[in-house]
């Protein structure tokens, strides 16, 4: 199923960027799965994968009017700030590649070692 014209594909890209907090095309193609020629090609025909893009409301609990038309509020509801941190840190491992994920753990193992090493400077 896709989108036709009379939306603006490029808007709706950039929003698409937002709620995954990427960059580049190739980031979001990457969470999307797709191939980032496909994203070329959403801009330039001006057609997108619906199915994707409400999976992708429905996961980030994004309102699919904020991200057709910038209209309304982003976010479905405000559960979404008061979030657990560490449903909210599942959530976002989900769209990581395995670089990513490696790199995350790497900064978290870092962390957790600085931290011990500072209370054993504490007690000594």
Request: hydrophobic share 35%; glycine share 2%.
């Amino acid at each position: 199923m896709s989108i036709e014209n009379s939306l603006d594909a490029n808007k709706i890209i950039q929003r698409l960027k937002q709620v995954v907090n990427v960059k580049t095309n190739f980031e979001l193609a990457e969470i999307l799965e797709i191939k980032p020629n496909t994203i070329s090609s959403w801009k330039k025909r001006g057609n997108l994968d619906l199915n994707k893009i409400i999976s992708l409301c429905e996961y980030y609990k994004v309102s699919v009017d904020w991200l057709l038309y910038g209209k309304t509020e982003q976010c479905i509801s405000s559960t979404t700030e008061r979030q657990d941190p560490t449903d909210k840190i599942l959530q976002m491992l989900e769209t990581m590649t395995e670089e990513q994920k490696r790199d995350v753990l790497k900064y978290v193992e870092k962390e957790k070692l600085f931290e011990e090493f500072i209370k054993t400077r504490k007690i000594a």
